[in-house]
């Protein structure tokens, strides 16, 4: 289980410290030198050319890479102040404190009820289901479109709602952390606009952490901007961190010239 931290132990408004020196898959290096700080209250977005490691550091912070054959890092990804790669720690424990959605709406086939509580049941939670539904249908914006069809299947919703109804399934266990890899890019731009608006919503209560390629969204939603690169063009197969800053200044001051490029749609 994760220890209660310290009250010294959080580095600055930084609820999650994330260095990763070196990331492998097997022999492949994918990640070098990628230092990230998750900020407390805000949303970081991470931005870059496709194979960058985005997905790969953003999965790094809840232990989703566990499961792949041959990943190990050197660093630390630390949640307040604890490690969470030491041996003692569950990972399923992380995740209940950084939660995760993913580019396809995922609603298991079960009822919209069901996939919302599902989290609490294999916890183990003993209290009471239809308020937490309610209030995490809510907070993901969903509840008046679903309130007179809970029984329904989660696959029955749209593409926009099936997406609303994975971030209420995330927030109903109450975590603290959500990470969002291109959590709107199978979705229509209506629908996008939803998932945004709610973004901004849900950064009064949770930390975000998301996955972007589309750099307007990253404008509008994100406090804090981390851009990744890897060279292919120079042979290079291993991304890294190129600078990381507030979002205006990435996007109006960059100071990278690889940055000023990638922003300035010179390359994709
Ligand atoms: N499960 C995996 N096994 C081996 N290599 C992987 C795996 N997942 C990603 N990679 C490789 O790691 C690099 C970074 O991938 P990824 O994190 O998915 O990048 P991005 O999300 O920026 O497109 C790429 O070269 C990719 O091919
Ligand atoms: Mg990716």
Redesign the pocket.
Known sequence: MIQAPKPDATTGEAVIDCDLKELY??S?K?VRDTRIPIRKGEVTAFI?P???????VLRCLNRMNDL?RGFRFEGHVQFRGNDIYHPGVDPVAVRRHIGMVFQQPNPFAMSIYKNITYGLRINGYRGNYDEIVEKALRGAALWDEVKDKLRQSGLSLSGGQQQRLCIARAIAVEPQVLLMDEPCSALDPIATRKVEELMTELKKKYTIAI?THNMQQAQRVADQTAF?YVDTSQGE?T?HLVEMGKTEQIFEDPQAEQTRQYISGEFS
Do not use: D, E
């Open positions: 898959y097997g492949f994918a870059g496709s194979g960058c490691g985005k997905s790969t792949i996955v990744l197969r991304g």
